[in-house]
Protein backbone atom coordinates (compact mmCIF):
# COMPACT_ATOMS: atom_id res chain seq x y z
CA UNK A 1 0.00 0.00 0.00
CA UNK A 2 1.01 3.87 -0.92
CA UNK A 3 0.31 6.86 1.03
CA UNK A 4 0.90 10.22 1.20
CA UNK A 5 0.50 12.94 3.68
CA UNK A 6 1.24 16.41 3.29
CA UNK A 7 1.79 18.35 6.50
CA UNK A 8 0.45 21.62 6.13
CA UNK A 9 -3.09 21.95 4.56
CA UNK A 10 -2.10 26.08 4.28
CA UNK A 11 1.51 28.23 4.80
CA UNK A 12 1.91 31.51 4.54
CA UNK A 13 5.51 32.86 3.70
CA UNK A 14 7.11 36.87 3.32
CA UNK A 15 7.68 37.63 -0.21
CA UNK A 16 11.88 37.08 -0.28
CA UNK A 17 11.74 34.69 2.86
CA UNK A 18 12.18 30.73 2.20
CA UNK A 19 9.54 28.07 1.44
CA UNK A 20 9.36 24.94 2.75
CA UNK A 21 6.45 22.37 2.06
CA UNK A 22 6.27 19.16 3.54
CA UNK A 23 5.41 15.76 2.14
CA UNK A 24 5.85 12.31 4.11
CA UNK A 25 5.15 9.15 2.08
CA UNK A 26 4.75 5.32 2.74
CA UNK A 27 5.45 2.76 -0.04
CA UNK A 28 5.70 -0.88 -0.33
CA UNK A 29 8.09 -0.49 -3.40
CA UNK A 30 10.71 1.75 -5.13
CA UNK A 31 8.51 5.06 -5.63
CA UNK A 32 8.31 7.89 -8.08
CA UNK A 33 8.13 10.93 -6.10
CA UNK A 34 6.60 14.10 -7.66
CA UNK A 35 5.69 17.65 -6.75
CA UNK A 36 2.87 19.43 -8.75
CA UNK A 37 1.67 23.30 -9.11
CA UNK A 38 -1.40 24.47 -9.67
CA UNK A 39 -2.50 27.81 -10.05
CA UNK A 40 -6.27 29.26 -9.17
CA UNK A 41 -8.55 28.08 -11.94
CA UNK A 42 -5.78 26.35 -13.77
CA UNK A 43 -4.67 22.29 -14.42
CA UNK A 44 -1.95 20.70 -12.28
CA UNK A 45 1.76 21.08 -13.42
CA UNK A 46 4.62 19.38 -12.71
CA UNK A 47 7.09 20.96 -10.51
CA UNK A 48 9.99 18.27 -10.29
CA UNK A 49 10.16 14.59 -10.06
CA UNK A 50 12.65 11.71 -8.16
CA UNK A 51 12.96 9.03 -10.23
CA UNK A 52 15.66 6.75 -8.09
CA UNK A 53 18.53 8.67 -9.59
CA UNK A 54 19.79 12.17 -7.73
CA UNK A 55 18.01 12.30 -4.31
CA UNK A 56 18.36 16.36 -4.46
CA UNK A 57 15.96 17.38 -7.68
CA UNK A 58 15.67 20.94 -9.15
CA UNK A 59 12.43 21.82 -10.50
CA UNK A 60 11.26 24.74 -12.26
CA UNK A 61 10.97 28.27 -11.08
CA UNK A 62 13.68 27.58 -8.51
CA UNK A 63 12.27 24.61 -6.16
CA UNK A 64 13.89 22.24 -5.04
CA UNK A 65 13.17 18.76 -3.09
CA UNK A 66 15.00 16.10 -0.98
CA UNK A 67 14.46 12.55 -1.14
CA UNK A 68 14.91 11.23 2.52
CA UNK A 69 14.52 7.47 2.17
CA UNK A 70 15.19 7.09 5.77
CA UNK A 71 12.69 9.85 6.70
CA UNK A 72 10.17 8.78 3.97
CA UNK A 73 10.27 12.46 3.25
CA UNK A 74 10.28 14.75 -0.33
CA UNK A 75 9.67 18.14 1.09
CA UNK A 76 9.89 21.13 -1.52
CA UNK A 77 12.06 23.98 -0.70
CA UNK A 78 12.75 27.29 -2.88
CA UNK A 79 14.89 29.98 -1.09
CA UNK A 80 13.44 32.93 -1.81
CA UNK A 81 9.41 33.56 -2.09
CA UNK A 82 7.82 35.28 -5.43
CA UNK A 83 4.28 36.19 -5.59
CA UNK A 84 4.03 33.94 -8.40
CA UNK A 85 4.37 31.10 -6.25
CA UNK A 86 1.38 31.29 -4.42
CA UNK A 87 -1.09 28.12 -5.23
CA UNK A 88 -1.82 25.25 -4.64
CA UNK A 89 0.94 22.12 -4.33
CA UNK A 90 0.34 18.48 -4.63
CA UNK A 91 2.89 15.75 -3.43
CA UNK A 92 2.46 12.73 -5.46
CA UNK A 93 3.88 9.17 -5.45
CA UNK A 94 3.74 6.22 -8.05
CA UNK A 95 4.35 2.90 -7.92
CA UNK A 96 5.73 1.63 -11.78
CA UNK A 97 3.87 -2.15 -12.07
CA UNK A 98 1.75 -3.24 -14.49
CA UNK A 99 -0.91 -0.38 -14.28
CA UNK A 100 1.26 1.85 -12.80
CA UNK A 101 -1.10 3.46 -9.10
CA UNK A 102 -0.89 6.91 -8.68
CA UNK A 103 -1.91 8.66 -4.72
CA UNK A 104 -2.05 12.06 -4.85
CA UNK A 105 -1.87 14.59 -1.25
CA UNK A 106 -4.59 16.63 -0.06
CA UNK A 107 -2.80 19.71 -1.10
CA UNK A 108 -0.78 22.56 0.22
CA UNK A 109 -2.04 26.22 -0.38
CA UNK A 110 1.15 28.73 0.01
CA UNK A 111 0.11 32.61 0.51
CA UNK A 112 3.07 34.90 -0.26
CA UNK A 113 2.56 38.51 1.66
CA UNK A 114 3.96 41.18 0.06
CA UNK B 1 0.65 22.68 -23.00
CA UNK B 2 0.85 18.86 -21.72
CA UNK B 3 -0.89 17.37 -24.92
CA UNK B 4 -3.76 16.65 -22.76
CA UNK B 5 -7.17 18.25 -24.24
CA UNK B 6 -10.08 18.19 -22.28
CA UNK B 7 -13.56 19.13 -23.62
CA UNK B 8 -15.53 21.02 -23.41
CA UNK B 9 -14.16 23.74 -21.19
CA UNK B 10 -16.54 24.74 -19.28
CA UNK B 11 -20.72 23.22 -19.24
CA UNK B 12 -23.23 24.75 -17.48
CA UNK B 13 -26.73 22.36 -17.07
CA UNK B 14 -29.23 21.76 -14.58
CA UNK B 15 -30.26 18.97 -11.84
CA UNK B 16 -31.04 15.37 -13.29
CA UNK B 17 -29.25 16.02 -16.98
CA UNK B 18 -26.62 13.93 -18.16
CA UNK B 19 -23.55 15.27 -19.70
CA UNK B 20 -20.36 14.04 -20.68
CA UNK B 21 -16.93 14.85 -20.90
CA UNK B 22 -14.07 13.76 -23.51
CA UNK B 23 -10.58 13.25 -22.73
CA UNK B 24 -7.77 12.94 -25.55
CA UNK B 25 -4.36 11.73 -24.23
CA UNK B 26 -1.19 12.37 -25.36
CA UNK B 27 0.26 10.59 -28.36
CA UNK B 28 1.13 7.16 -27.56
CA UNK B 29 0.14 6.99 -23.75
CA UNK B 30 -1.93 3.83 -23.11
CA UNK B 31 -3.11 5.15 -19.43
CA UNK B 32 -6.18 7.66 -18.68
CA UNK B 33 -6.92 8.55 -15.49
CA UNK B 34 -10.30 11.09 -14.00
CA UNK B 35 -9.93 13.45 -11.23
CA UNK B 36 -12.89 15.55 -9.71
CA UNK B 37 -11.78 18.93 -7.78
CA UNK B 38 -14.43 20.87 -5.69
CA UNK B 39 -14.04 23.11 -2.92
CA UNK B 40 -14.78 20.63 -0.09
CA UNK B 41 -13.37 17.64 -1.54
CA UNK B 42 -10.34 18.64 -2.69
CA UNK B 43 -8.87 17.01 -5.54
CA UNK B 44 -10.78 13.22 -5.64
CA UNK B 45 -9.14 10.18 -8.15
CA UNK B 46 -12.37 8.54 -9.53
CA UNK B 47 -11.37 6.14 -12.23
CA UNK B 48 -8.12 4.75 -14.10
CA UNK B 49 -8.22 3.05 -17.75
CA UNK B 50 -5.29 1.64 -19.35
CA UNK B 51 -5.36 0.59 -23.55
CA UNK B 52 -9.12 0.18 -22.71
CA UNK B 53 -9.77 -1.62 -19.80
CA UNK B 54 -10.31 -0.36 -16.45
CA UNK B 55 -7.29 -0.79 -13.91
CA UNK B 56 -8.23 0.96 -10.56
CA UNK B 57 -11.48 2.42 -9.40
CA UNK B 58 -11.13 5.49 -6.73
CA UNK B 59 -14.03 7.39 -4.85
CA UNK B 60 -16.72 7.31 -8.02
CA UNK B 61 -20.25 7.64 -7.54
CA UNK B 62 -22.79 4.94 -9.31
CA UNK B 63 -24.49 7.47 -11.67
CA UNK B 64 -20.89 8.08 -12.91
CA UNK B 65 -19.47 5.97 -15.47
CA UNK B 66 -16.63 5.85 -17.71
CA UNK B 67 -14.50 4.39 -21.06
CA UNK B 68 -11.78 4.21 -22.93
CA UNK B 69 -12.12 3.55 -26.10
CA UNK B 70 -9.65 1.70 -29.17
CA UNK B 71 -7.67 4.90 -30.01
CA UNK B 72 -7.28 5.91 -26.04
CA UNK B 73 -9.32 8.66 -26.00
CA UNK B 74 -11.67 8.79 -23.05
CA UNK B 75 -15.00 9.63 -21.78
CA UNK B 76 -16.46 10.37 -18.69
CA UNK B 77 -20.45 10.17 -18.23
CA UNK B 78 -22.38 11.68 -15.61
CA UNK B 79 -25.96 11.28 -15.02
CA UNK B 80 -28.50 12.73 -12.49
CA UNK B 81 -27.01 15.14 -11.93
CA UNK B 82 -26.86 16.52 -8.12
CA UNK B 83 -25.84 20.69 -7.21
CA UNK B 84 -23.09 18.59 -5.56
CA UNK B 85 -21.57 17.38 -8.68
CA UNK B 86 -19.95 20.89 -9.51
CA UNK B 87 -16.75 20.70 -9.69
CA UNK B 88 -13.78 20.86 -12.47
CA UNK B 89 -12.49 17.35 -14.03
CA UNK B 90 -9.30 17.08 -14.83
CA UNK B 91 -8.76 14.45 -17.36
CA UNK B 92 -4.54 12.82 -16.99
CA UNK B 93 -2.68 10.68 -18.96
CA UNK B 94 0.90 8.52 -18.63
CA UNK B 95 2.47 6.16 -20.37
CA UNK B 96 3.00 3.50 -18.16
CA UNK B 97 5.72 1.35 -19.54
CA UNK B 98 8.23 -0.38 -17.87
CA UNK B 99 10.35 2.27 -18.24
CA UNK B 100 8.10 5.04 -17.83
CA UNK B 101 8.69 7.34 -14.44
CA UNK B 102 5.34 7.09 -13.60
CA UNK B 103 4.62 11.33 -14.30
CA UNK B 104 1.23 12.26 -14.97
CA UNK B 105 0.09 15.14 -17.48
CA UNK B 106 -3.14 17.02 -17.05
CA UNK B 107 -5.53 18.78 -18.93
CA UNK B 108 -6.79 21.94 -18.13
CA UNK B 109 -9.82 20.51 -16.59
CA UNK B 110 -13.81 20.80 -17.62
CA UNK B 111 -15.66 23.05 -15.32
CA UNK B 112 -19.26 21.77 -14.64
CA UNK B 113 -21.67 24.09 -12.99
CA UNK B 114 -25.03 22.12 -11.98
CA UNK B 115 -27.90 24.73 -11.38
Known amino acids: AQSVTQLDSHVSVSEGTPVLLRCNYS??????LFWYVQHPNKGLQLLLKYTSAATLVKGINGFEAEFKKSETSFHLTKPSAHMSDAAEYFC????????????FGTGTKLQVIP | DSGVTQTPKHLITATGQRVTLRCSPRSGDLSVYWYQQSLDQGLQFLIQYYNGEERAKGNILERFSAQQFPDLHSELNLSSLELGDSALYFCASSVVTGGDTGELFFGEGSRLTVL
Open chain 1, 27 to 32: SSYSPS
Open chain 1, 92 to 103: VVSERGGYQKVT
